[in-house]
């Protein structure tokens, strides 16, 4: 496993950009015809006919990514924007300092000692949740392995509860703009509609990831040995027992900033609900929290500034996946392959119930999160594909979202995420230890996902 590695994603994303091009001389041009259905255009089923191609040359190659981001500038600017809202929240300290107060109580009360896992792991879940808490994950450990450790548990706990939290909670979100928001805008459905049931999936994944870290570090309290990390806790133990540091509590600016940014949530909500807001509206929404959020935090105006341009500078990579997979999606449209693409897939998807199909297309996009690792590249590169399928399939475009969604059920068991091989190493935990003991929830995931897929296609989720 030390000699396996994967291409960046860059050169993954522009590789597959090459096989496209290549693709739109081989591919013959193939279209369906569509007609409009509640006001949105659908396709039908039957009327998939051949065109002529337009085969794409090495220019139009070269092309493909600045095309990409001028057809993708609106996702783009709403992820570096959010992206620099929340790095302000982040540079008040507030959230640093909840978990921090939470954790103290744990040596004076036996209901925080009882819920501080179930606790966490839901404030994780949450954050992943709602705004996508990803890599943002990685610096808690520095806080929670040492925590855990000090509390008699071990390293697993430790990483487990910011890292599982944050990544059942992004991949079981209801409210991700970079996820759920970014591929319902590109399915063409309102944007966090079909909430409910999302919450639902939400709860259940959260409390599934609660009760099976609850069971281990009950088991691992009563005997330390059966730890898969036993012998080094034992030396982290005696570098660092105590992870709360000379934390004194949370003051009150703290507390106004978290108020402000429970507040920010609540208004999103409201105004998706009840107003029909998308992206630009819900981009100024937390460009008014940053700002309000900074001035609250007494963060002068360098600082404001200096955090938001690092929040939106960190996420550039990012903003460039979704040109690269944007440009992917141009190539073959300008090439007229894109329906040929969707009649080819239909008999891998198709099946004799809609509930089979939506369990292929989890399935398919588990094998694709294998590679590409951003939850929004990722459904900037498949739903434009996947959404007209499941019409093909007889599976609702909110089904398709969430079975996409839940492909990143599998992320903290790859040693191709970044953010996988990011946090275990910081918790110095090698890959092979922390892989062994996630199979058996990776499997419950798995099973879960596929259960959850089904109410779904009997209701016909819209």
Not at 280 to 305: C, K, P, Y
Not at 330 to 339: G, S, T, V
Request: glycine share 8%; aromatic share 10%.
């Amino acid at each position: 496993m030390k000699k396996f590695k994967l291409p960046h994603t860059f050169v993954l994303l522009f590789g597959i950009l090459a096989l496209i091009a290549l693709a739109t001389w081989l591919v013959p041009g193939g279209k369906y015809e569509t007609h409009l259905v509640n006001g949105k255009q659908m396709i039908d089923p039957d009327s998939f006919h051949l065109v002529a191609s337009a085969p794409q040359g090495l220019a139009a190659l070269m092309m493909a990514p600045i095309k990409g981001f001028v057809d993708a500038g609106l996702i783009i600017g709403f992820v570096l924007i959010v992206g620099g809202a929340f790095a302000v929240l982040q540079k008040t300290e507030a959230i640093d300092s909840m978990i921090k107060a939470i954790a103290k109580a744990h040596s004076t009360s036996k209901f925080v000692r009882a819920a501080l896992i179930p606790v966490f792991i839901t404030l994780f879940s949450i954050g992943g949740a709602t705004f996508g808490m990803n890599e943002e994950a990685i610096p808690f450990i520095l806080i929670f392995v040492p925590l855990a450790l000090a509390l008699g548990y071990d390293t697993i706990v430790g990483v487990s509860i910011p890292f599982l939290g944050s990544q059942v909670g992004f991949g079981a979100a209801f409210l991700n703009p970079f996820n759920v928001g970014i591929a319902q805008g590109i399915a063409g459905l309102p944007v966090f509609s079909g909430m409910a049931y999302r919450v639902l999936v939400w709860a259940i994944a959260t409390a599934v990831t609660a009760l099976f870290l609850m069971w281990y570090a009950a088991r691992v309290k009563r005997t330390p040995e059966k730890s898969p990390t036993w012998a080094l806790d034992c030396d982290k133990r005696r570098e660092a027992p105590d992870g709360l540091g000379e934390f004194h509590g949370m003051t009150r600016t703290h507390s106004l900033v978290l108020w402000i940014f429970v507040a920010t949530l609540g208004t999103m909500v409201c105004g998706v609900i009840m107003y029909d807001w998308y992206i630009e509206q819900i981009a100024a929404l937390f460009l008014t929290m940053a700002i309000v959020v900074g001035l609250v935090g007494r963060l002068d105006s360098d600082e404001l500034v200096d955090a938001f341009m690092q929040g939106a500078r960190d996420l550039v990579g990012t903003a460039l996946v979704i040109a690269l997979a944007r440009g992917t999606m141009i190539l073959a449209r300008d090439a007229h392959i894109i329906d040929t693409m969707l009649h080819a897939l239909m008999p891998l998807v198709q099946s004799s119930s809609p509930i089979f199909a939506a369990q292929k297309m989890y399935l398919i996009q588990s094998v694709i999160n294998f590679f590409i690792h951003s939850g929004t590249g990722q459904a900037a590169l498949t739903m434009p594909i996947m959404a007209p399928l499941a019409d093909l399939v007889g599976v609702t475009r909110q089904t398709a979202v969430l079975a996409f969604q839940m492909g990143e059920f599998n992320t903290p068991m790859l040693p191709t995420s970044g953010i996988t091989v990011g946090v275990l190493a910081l918790a110095r935990v090698p890959w092979i230890t922390w892989a062994k003991w996630m199979v058996p929830l990776q499997l419950i995931y798995a099973v879960m996902a596929l259960l959850l897929l089904i109410p779904p296609c009997l209701m016909n989720w819209q």
